[in-house]
């Protein structure tokens, strides 16, 4: 590919302590030209195409999206459901955005190749109306990589140690239901160009209070059961040697 994102890897190194002592971290500017990978002619751009897939976000939790089958027998989304979601102001989250372009795939393949990881990205945004929220605290099972493009939006990371006994939706469940036990450990304004690092099982949550884009890479170990193809692959075309 032939194009490079600028970012300094050792940074992240440096700062995390990612053999020792893995914490969550906040990198400020770490992302060169956050345009470059997610901005809101790009969400329009995905919106027109039929390579992603779409979730919205309404009171905390994910709602259906109204869809139909092709004359090929593929699953489509309802576009127009989508636009008027996103224009009503509630949170999108867009997933398989690793594939939508250049930008994105070099983004992950760079990630690939500094880490024993395979990924993929949510672009999360919203308009930033009081309909744009985000889930309540939680937990992921995998570490993941916040790249701040758009706006500006509060996070707030916690200290408590999740145990590996539980599964993710059990956990998410006591935690859902016992808010005042978490003790935050790093409360951060993310702004274009920043990175949020938060180690598997680190429970966090976003407050997003106005227009917002970010890229929230999630990092899977690097098996079969988990690849997605980024290269980009030109053919052989006739007259061409």
Known sequence: MDINTGIDWNKLYNKA?????DRPVHIENFLPNPENFASWAKVENALNENQVWWNIIQNQQYISIPEHTTIWGERQQDKHFLKTSIDAGLTFVIDRYSIHDKFTK????EIEQNFNVTTDIHLYGGMGSNLTTSFIPHIDE???LVFHAYGECEWVVYENHISHLYSRDVVNDVIKNNIDKLNPILKVNLKPG??????ERTCHVAYPKEPRLSLNIGCFPQTNQYKVDKQTYKINKPGEH
Do not use: E, G
């Open 106 to 109: 070099q983004l992950c393949l």
């Open 17 to 21: 302590d990612l053999f020792f002592n």
């Open 194 to 199: 920043d990175l949020l690092y938060l180690p």
């Open 142 to 144: 995998n570490p993941i």
